[in-house]
Nanobody
Framework: QVHIEEFGGGLVQPGGSLKLSCVAS????????MAWYRQAPGNQREWVAS??????NYADSVKGRFTISGDNAKDTVTLEMNSLKLEDTAVYYC??????????WGQGTQVTVSS
């Protein structure tokens, strides 16, 4: 009933940029918020950015470098990542929150920052 898919991961050099996209396909409910999380090997999954009713929030580690955008009509979010650092390397996950149904996660997309 709900399918989340991320696009745009890949290999990028330090200081470079990538744009991730997430599309939520649904047949139930309405999505009121979407967010990006990431998880590096050996690390706990951490919140990166969220888009909630047009309100944008960011983790301190990416603030000023990443920009989240959303299109409610399309149930999509993007994550523009600039000035990428080695520590940004992780699997990035998109999650959609649907009122009265819960949270739905994508499979993730790998972002590798390396020279």
């Amino acid at each position: 009933q709900v399918h989340i898919e991320e696009f745009g991961g890949g290999l990028v050099q330090p200081g470079g940029s990538l744009k991730l996209s997430c599309v939520a396909s649904r047949s139930i409910g309405n999505i009121y918020a979407m967010a990006w999380y990431r998880q590096a090997p050996g690390n706990q999954r951490e919140w990166v950015a969220s888009f909630n009713m047009g309100i944008r929030n960011y983790a301190d580690s990416v603030k000023g470098r990443f920009t989240i955008s959303g299109d409610n009509a399309k149930d999509t979010v993007t994550l523009e990542m600039n000035s990428l650092k080695l520590e940004d390397t992780a699997v990035y996950y998109c999650v959609a929150h649907i009122a009265d149904y819960g949270s739905f996660w994508g499979q993730g997309t790998q972002v590798t920052v390396s020279s």
